[in-house]
Structure formats: C-alpha cells, structure tokens
C-alpha cells in the first residue's frame, strides 16, 4: 500500500525558510497529484500548494510567491520550498497524493511547522 512520510519541519523565525519533503513508498508516484495542506490550531484543513504529473501548480493566495512546490519522479518526492515564513504559516503540514487512474486519497500524518521568535 501507499505510504507518504514528511520531513523537513520544525521550528523557524519570522522571515526565515524551510522545506518539507514528502517521500512516497510502495507507491506509482508519477501519476499521483500531490499537493500540501496545512491545519492552523483551531482552524479548518486548508489546501497550500498542488502540483500535477505534468508540473502544474496551484496555490492558495496567502502563499503565492512565498511558497514553491515541486517533485522529483526519480526520488519519488515532492517538496514544498518556504520562504519569508510568517506566524501565521505556524500550522500541521500534510502532505496528499490522489492517484489520477484509481482516484484513491493518500494521507500523511502531518509535520508541525511552527513560525516564531
């Protein structure tokens, strides 16, 4: 079965950057939409950034131009480059794959991403 394991979270200051990597397993990785989503503490699960097959992206608009997704079919990986961090990004991160063919959901189980002095 499909496995989805983040990494690259933790603690950064206001301004600064980070990047997560999600590393699919025992997956056909090139033919999953993956994308990011974040959960703020109290607050509704929100989609970030997703990115095709084919390297289309999409993002929210409280990210755009701060935040990069990207993927590695080689690595079977998709990252989620930050930049100009900002409190507010403090949240869960998730990573997603929706396989195109079967139209089955992968989750991860989240990484803490937390933005402060």
């Known amino acids: 079965q499909v496995l989805l394991v983040e990494s690259g979270g933790g603690l950064v200051q206001p301004g600064g950057s980070l990047r997560l990597s999600c590393a699919a397993t025992g997956s056909i990785f090139s033919r999953y939409v993956m994308g990011w989503y974040r959960q703020p503490p109290g607050k509704p699960r929100e989609l970030v950034a997703r990115?095709?097959?084919?390297?289309?992206?999409n993002y929210a608009d409280s990210v755009k131009g701060r935040f990069t997704v990207s993927r590695d079919h080689a690595k079977y990986t998709v990252y989620l480059q930050m930049t100009s961090l900002r409190p507010e990004d403090t949240a869960v991160y998730y990573c997603?794959?929706?396989?195109?063919?079967?139209?089955?959901?992968?989750w991860g189980q989240g990484i803490q991403v937390t933005v402060s002095s």
């Open positions: 990115i095709t097959p084919g390297s289309s992206t």
């Open positions: 997603n794959g929706e396989d195109v063919i079967t139209r089955q959901d992968y």
